[in-house]
């Protein structure tokens, strides 16, 4: 944690602390008790890189909106998203191959 000795770092440490325990994120990235007590700045680490992790999951618009029909556009980047960037990439390249007689979605 980069944040200067005193007051404030005890504070933020002591906010950040209450969180991990609110929301149960020790055990998803394998903190103990001690870890989070004692060494905090290796928590802290170990928070940092689980918050980059998650960032770099593509989790797909909409899924979690049952019983609600969503539009043609929507399903298409969903569909998009899941199959990621290799698939859009194949496609790019067949649509320049063939020039625009490829129908975009």
Same mark, same amino acid.
Not at 30 to 50: C, K, M, V, Y
Not at 59 to 74: A, I
């Given at each position: 944690?980069?944040?200067?000795?005193?007051? !404030?770092? &005890?504070?933020?440490?002591?906010?950040?602390?209450?969180?991990?325990?609110?929301?149960?994120?020790?055990?998803?990235?394998?903190?103990?008790?001690?870890?989070? &007590?004692?060494?905090?700045?290796?928590?802290?680490?170990?928070?940092?890189? /689980?918050?980059?992790?998650?960032?770099?999951? !593509? !989790?797909?618009?909409?899924? /979690?909106?049952?019983?609600?029909?969503?539009? /043609?556009? &929507?399903?298409?980047?969903?569909?998009?998203?899941?199959?990621?960037?290799?698939?859009?990439? /194949?496609?790019?390249?067949?649509?320049?191959?063939?020039?625009?007689?490829?129908? !975009?979605?």
């Amino acid at each position: 944690m980069s944040a200067p000795d005193g007051a !404030v770092k &005890d504070k933020l440490q002591l906010q950040i602390t209450e969180q991990i325990d609110n929301l149960n994120v020790a055990a998803d990235i394998g903190l103990t008790r001690d870890t989070i &007590d004692n060494h905090f700045d290796e928590a802290a680490s170990a928070l940092e890189e /689980h918050f980059e992790r998650l960032a770099g999951e !593509v !989790v797909p618009l909409g899924l /979690h909106s049952f019983g609600q029909e969503k539009s /043609h556009q &929507d399903v298409v980047y969903t569909l998009l998203l899941q199959l990621g960037d290799a698939f859009i990439e /194949h496609f790019e390249l067949r649509q320049q191959s063939f020039g625009n007689s490829l129908m !975009v979605i």
